[in-house]
Structure formats: C-alpha cells, structure tokens
C-alpha cells in the first residue's frame, strides 16, 4: 500500500500495474528519470495516456503537434500535461535532465489529444475560511469527469502547505486512488492515514488507496508537500464527488 522509492535511478520508476503489483489500482503509473538529450517514445495500442513533466525541459510531439515545457518547480509552477487516447504515437526528448510522470489505463473510446496548459488548469485555494486555516491547501485538478468525460482517469496535484492539513474533512469514495509525493526539501515529511493506518511520508514515496477508505493527511511545519493524485473511474461509476466520513460532517456546518 505504502512505499519509499528513494532517488529515483535514469529510466523508468513503476510505481503500479494494471497486471502486476498493485494491479487493483487499474492503472500503470510510474515516472521516467531522462537524462539531456535522451529520446523516448510512448505507444499503447489499448491505453489512454496521460503525460505530466514534473521537473522537466522536454520537447514533446504528437500527431502533428509539437510544444517545449519547462517547469522547474512544481510547488510554484502549475502544470502541463498531455493527454492522448489508445493507439498514438507520442515522442519526448529531454532538453535537460527531466522527470516526466505517466499515467495509463484501458480505454477503447476516441477522442482527440489534448495539451492541459498552466491557464487550462483548475486551481483552487480549499480550506481557507474554515478551521482556523489548519488545512488550507492548493488542488490543482488537471482533468476529471466534469472536462474530460470520455476519459477513465482523473489526474491533479495538491500543494499542502506547511504545518497543514489536506484531503480533509476525512472522505473517501469507491475508485481506487494512488497519491504521489515530494517535499520542498528532500528532508521534508508528513502523514498519510488510511483508515486507521497511518503511513510515514517522505520525498518519492507513494501510496496506493482501494475505494471505499477514507484517507486525510498532514505535513510536518516547515515543510511543503506536493502530491499527484490519480483516480481509476469504475465502470458506470465515475469519481465526481467525495464522500465525507459521516462523524465528520459537521464540520462542513456554516
């Protein structure tokens, strides 16, 4: 469920598969580590795709498009990301050392490419008038059900703030999430609960959530904590709501 994948090694990281480890998360997520100059290419006959640079300078093409990305810091810089449907041809060459996540799941519906630019980008400030600002935190949702419904996947980031709470009032839902994570200093930690698990986060670790557990966290003070958060939809059953636990609803009160 938890797991720590220290300094990430050049090439490719796996952090879930659709059929291997953690296969009910029915996804393969993991990130590629390119050094300058390397040239990858990304094909999948039967899976949709979704490219996000982390820290990244990479030219990427696809059809007949072509676009640069720098994004030096994710906890300042909103993101890019590129999403493709089955059976596209994607190339990325890494202008500079770039870590460059990728998201993945079974897809047989057509729909065209799109490129999610920092201004596409649903940012939003949550918690900022609530509970003394315990738990303020920035959701950044790159798209979901509400943009994107032909897709199967969701994919966002959350900035939570020093000394914070976040994914708070404690929820859950029936689609498996998988939560990526950095700090804005390799020293840097929280905690994750699920449930009543409670997890030890650091700097490239991820953890991997079955629907139906409710799953709040915090970040040490001093620290900044990114995470990347990835929902599987389940058939006839798409993510577009969280379910608060209910002893914890009052707090959604005026």
């Not at 990130?31 to 300058?36: A, D, T, V």
């Not at 899976?47 to 820290?55: H, Q, R, S, V």
């Not at 047989?108 to 008038?129: H, I, N």
Request: glycine letters at 6%; a negative charge; one cysteine or more.
């Amino acid at each position: 469920m938890f797991e720590k994948l220290g300094k990430l090694q050049k090439g490719y990281t796996s952090l879930t598969e659709i059929d291997g480890k953690h296969s009910d998360m029915r996804q393969d997520i993991g990130i590629y580590s390119m050094p300058e100059g390397e040239r990858l290419t990304l094909y999948d006959s039967e899976k949709e795709t979704a490219i996000l640079p982390l820290e990244a300078s990479v030219k990427i093409d696809w059809n007949d498009e072509s676009v640069n990305v720098t994004r030096s810091d994710v906890f300042k810089e909103d993101p890019y990301c590129l999403h493709v449907p089955a059976g596209v041809n994607v190339r990325i060459t890494a202008m500079a050392k770039s870590e460059v996540l990728i998201q993945k799941t079974n897809n047989d519906r057509s729909f065209g490419a799109k490129l999610y630019t920092p201004e596409d980008c649903q940012s939003e400030q949550a918690g900022e008038d609530a509970w003394d600002g315990t738990a303020v935190r920035t959701i950044r949702t790159i798209f979901d059900y509400q943009n994107a419904p032909y897709s199967n996947m969701v994919i966002g980031e959350v900035i939570s703030h020093q000394g914070r709470w976040s994914s708070y009032p404690p929820h859950y839902h029936p689609q498996p999430e998988v939560y990526y994570y950095r700090f804005d200093q390799p020293q840097g930690f929280g905690c994750v609960m699920v449930e009543d698990d409670a997890y030890r986060v650091e700097h490239n670790s991820f953890i991997t959530i079955p629907g139906g557990l409710d799953h709040p966290q915090a970040t040490a003070p001093g620290y900044t904590m990114y995470f990347c958060w990835m929902i599987r939809h389940l058939e006839d059953n798409p993510w577009t709501e969280r379910i608060m636990v209910d002893e914890h609803k009052w707090l959604l009160e005026k």
